[in-house]
């Protein structure tokens, strides 16, 4: 297989003539490099063979488990009270599950649910940069998956993972909700009595598989809500879409005073799985067609 | 230089840097092996040196088209393949004084060709953040994380030189001929 090199001058100065363009174009602004993400997902496709197969071998060994939370009678009690008010919650599931059951069987793949498209979606890798924390799931333009989609995984309760930030052809790209970002996110924290409406927390990712940010002040200087470890917080931010509303981000593991405002509470909250492991997500896309506008209506 | 059998390691590779990496990583610090770099060292040790170039390059834009800045939707072509390029020509410059064959050496300048490409890429992505503000993957933190995945990729170096450095002759590199004994070495 030993064979004599032969160089000409040209491979030489393509490669310093390429390497000049990569220079320039690894400082253009984002916007001017579109196409850089069309190619991005080609080659993702193309190793799709090899990464989804590995992929499910590590959710096999390593399953997105729910996080280990010091657990204790209080915690538990809390718990109960919360399962015992969601019962009425999970028989409407039930309905809904089963009229999903009776959709799939006519042969329908997606189901439209509340002006919401679902669709499941395997996680097949992540991004070659890990720092990014974006995952790669299989499912894109040609399933409908928009940039307006949000991800969560199918739990006891749905667990939000996090929104689509790119979609390909085949494969859409989804940034999860405890990978550093600069906007926050807002959720309620839910009460066990009354109308289970908590007061609304502003929430940013800490990089350590969680997130957290101060409890938002009552108008009402009455109206009292004490905090407590293992409560959940769900999604209620207008700046996702509606599908999203009342998923859950996770439950609260930490309360402690705002040191910049005592009279304020900042708490931690860690979603009840490790959306760095998760290999399978429901992709909640609004269904923004004809019919679907006049069902909302 | 056997191109198509590089492009079935780097096809298998990349698909290892894809999935395996996150199931590996050290906690959520971020840390994480590289598979694609050794590969590109292990080209880069044997290979005449425009060839070498040649698939660090390569194999350094395929990590920056799979690869996302900082979480935003930005791919920035560019940062890992010119880290990458520099690490080819650290190999070059370094690989008469190393013994090729052994599987330490791969490691050991898998975990420097790695560093230097962490070096570059944490470069370019500051210097974007400077000039558009974006959420790009830069700072400290950022070093860190490289330094300590550059470490973690002598691991895999290390292993994949198992399996690597015994398919010389199928790569098609040029081979010393040493002694009477015909002995080789790459």
Same mark, same amino acid.
């Given at each position: 297989?030993? #064979? ?91 309905? #809904? ?40 799931? #299989? ?94 917080? #769900? ?63 | ?73 930005? $791919? ?67 070093? $860190? ?17 198992? $399996?690597?450095?015994?398919? $010389? ?18």
């Amino acid at each position: 297989m030993a #064979r004599t090199a032969h160089h000409s001058p040209s491979s030489k100065q393509v490669l310093i003539l390429l390497s000049l363009g990569l220079l320039f174009v690894s400082l253009l602004p984002s916007r001017f490099l579109r196409w850089a993400a069309w190619s991005g997902d080609v080659v993702t496709t193309v190793v799709t063979p090899v990464s989804d197969p590995v992929s499910r071998f590590g959710h096999w060994v390593a399953p997105a488990r729910r996080e280990a939370r010091q657990g204790d009678i209080d915690q538990l009690t809390i718990e109960n009270e919360g399962l015992r008010l969601q019962r009425d919650r999970f028989a409407r599931r039930v309905e #809904r599950l089963e009229e999903t059951v009776r959709r799939l069987q006519g042969g329908i793949g997606s189901i439209s649910l509340g002006g919401a498209r679902l669709l499941e979606a395997a996680i097949t890798s992540r991004t070659s940069d890990l720092t990014s924390g974006v995952l790669v799931a #299989r499912a894109g333009n040609a399933q409908g998956v928009t940039t307006e989609a949000v991800a969560a995984a199918a739990t006891e309760d749905y667990q939000l993972v996090g929104r689509v930030i790119h979609v390909g052809p085949r494969i859409c790209h989804i940034r999860p909700i405890t990978t550093e970002n600069p906007e926050r996110i807002r959720g309620r924290i839910e009460a066990v009595e009354e109308d289970g409406r908590g007061p609304y927390v502003s929430l940013e990712a800490t990089g350590d598989r969680s997130l957290e940010g101060p409890v938002g002040v009552s108008e009402d200087p009455l109206e009292t809500f004490e905090i407590a470890v293992g409560q959940r917080v #769900r999604l209620d931010d207008p700046a996702w879409p509606v599908g999203a509303q009342g998923l859950l981000i996770g439950r609260v593991t930490e309360v402690r005073t705002d040191p910049d405002d005592p009279q304020r509470n900042v708490v931690e909250v860690t979603p009840d799985l490790r959306l760095d492991r998760v290999g399978q997500v429901v992709l909640r896309i609004p269904d923004l067609s004809d019919d679907a506008e006049e069902d909302g209506s | 230089m056997n191109w198509p059998l590089f492009a079935l390691c780097l096809w298998i590779l990349l698909g290892f840097e894809l999935s395996a990496k996150a199931i590996i990583a050290l906690g959520p610090t971020g840390i994480a092996p590289s598979f694609v770099i050794p590969l590109a060292v292990f080209v880069a040790l044997g290979a005449p040196p425009v060839h070498a170039l040649w698939a660090c390059l390569i194999a350094g834009l395929c990590l920056d088209l799979t690869g996302r800045a900082g979480g935003s939707d930005a $791919v920035v072509p560019g940062p890992h393949a010119l880290g990458m390029l520099l690490a080819g020509q650290l190999v070059l410059a370094t690989r008469s004084i190393v013994i090729r064959r052994n599987p330490l050496t791969l490691a050991a300048l898998s975990a420097a060709a790695a560093l230097l490409t962490g070096l570059v890429v944490v470069f370019l992505y500051g210097i974007r953040s400077l000039l558009f503000g974006s959420v790009d993957a830069s700072g400290w933190d950022q070093l $860190v994380a490289r330094s300590g995945a550059a470490l973690y990729t002598g691991v895999t170096g290390l292993l994949l030189a198992l $399996v690597l450095v015994p398919s $010389v002759g199928l790569f098609g590199f040029q081979t010393d001929h040493l002694g009477r004994g015909g002995s080789r070495r790459f």
